[in-house]
């Protein structure tokens, strides 16, 4: 909740980052878990990132971290002035960055606007480049160790131990909900395990962990920006294409995985793998859509796309996509069919 506390306190840390007072604060049009401004400077706009919930979140240093490491492979991301989680001087974390003059590629999508096939395949090619950052350890970054050592390390010794976190818990919360029946939930939770072995791999690649459109900056027919790294983690090469496969099209899909492999060949075992994650990833997101009510919502909410008349309509897509993920890792399925 943005309070006018909030807002003093904001204007007090713009005041030291700018050394002046000559500037016009006012509020982001951000859609996810922070609060968002936009200050005015010199003609000039900073996009200004808040975290203050009862988490006391610190990845805010992780995600800035990464997004450098970004930068110097050429990865388009928005450029991070100051960041601090510490809250030793003001009672929230913060990010001051880069504001980018361009649309999200979701409201470009939901208004039909987006040019998908060129787009998806550039973003193929961006997720093969980030992929050469890799990584010790698994799953989120280790805050403590960045500050000590200045590295990126993974909290997990085993990729396996982050995957399967929760997954029981997970499934439990759908049927209580009514999501799907007990006969499904064991279905799924004994084909997961038959396929754990393909938690085994060696060494994390960067995965940014929330892929979709509204994380993408840019033009009806181009990616200026990658935005939002706050989920980054160490983790698997099929997980960031699996990730939109919980939202796109057979058609977009094979677009994105043909972008990709203009850079890297598909990793071993791709498409067990991609099915694998593709489940776990429709699990979670089941998970948030139902705790958050978002079945409930009209067409107008940022994560419905022009296929989703109403929450209805998402709940079906939503249950039928998980579903599709199980059958294609039960039936070893080697092409995409969504």
Not at 18 to 44: C, E, M, P
Not at 91 to 110: G, H
Not at 265 to 294: C, E, Q, T
Request: some cysteine; glycine content about 6%; aromatic content about 12%.
């Amino acid at each position: 909740m943005v309070t006018e506390s909030l807002k003093q306190e904001i204007c007090v840390l713009l005041t030291h980052f700018f050394n002046s007072s000559d500037f016009v604060l006012s509020l982001g049009a951000g859609q996810g878990n922070h609060s968002t401004f936009i200050a005015n400077y010199r003609q000039k706009n900073f996009f200004i990132r808040i975290e203050n919930g009862p988490e006391n979140d610190e990845y805010i240093e992780v995600e800035a971290e990464v997004m450098k490491k970004l930068q110097g492979f050429g990865i388009p991301t928005p450029r991070i002035y100051a960041v601090d989680s510490s809250r030793a001087s003001f009672p929230f974390a913060y990010q001051i960055m880069e504001c980018l003059e361009c649309s999200d590629l979701n409201e470009l999508y939901k208004g039909n606007l987006l040019d998908v096939m060129p787009v998806m395949k550039r973003l193929g090619q961006l997720i093969a480049c980030w992929q050469k950052l890799t990584f010790d350890g698994f799953g989120p970054f280790n805050i403590n160790l960045l500050r000590e050592k200045s590295e990126l390390i993974g909290l997990h010794k085993r990729y396996k131990d982050y995957f399967m976190l929760n997954l029981d818990k997970h499934l439990h919360f759908l049927v209580e909900n009514h999501f799907f029946d007990k006969k499904q939930q064991k279905e799924i939770g004994d084909e997961v395990h038959k396929q754990e072995h393909l938690l085994d791999i060696e060494r994390g690649c960067l995965v940014h962990k929330d892929m979709a459109f509204w994380n993408l900056m840019g033009t009806c027919n181009s990616i200026r920006s990658v935005i939002d790294w706050d989920d980054t983690i160490s983790g698997d090469a099929t997980d960031d294409l699996s990730l939109m496969a919980c939202f796109h099209t057979e058609n977009e899909i094979n677009a994105l995985i043909e972008g990709y492999q203009a850079l890297n060949p598909l990793p071993l075992d791709f498409f067990p793998r991609f099915w694998l994650h593709l489940l776990r990833n429709m699990i979670v997101k089941s998970v948030i859509r139902v705790g958050a009510g978002y079945f409930n919502r009209s067409n107008n909410f940022f994560l419905l796309s022009p296929q989703y008349n109403n929450g209805a309509d998402f709940h079906n897509f939503t249950i039928k996509r998980l579903m599709m993920a199980l059958e294609g890792l039960k039936e070893n399925k080697e092409t995409i069919s969504l």
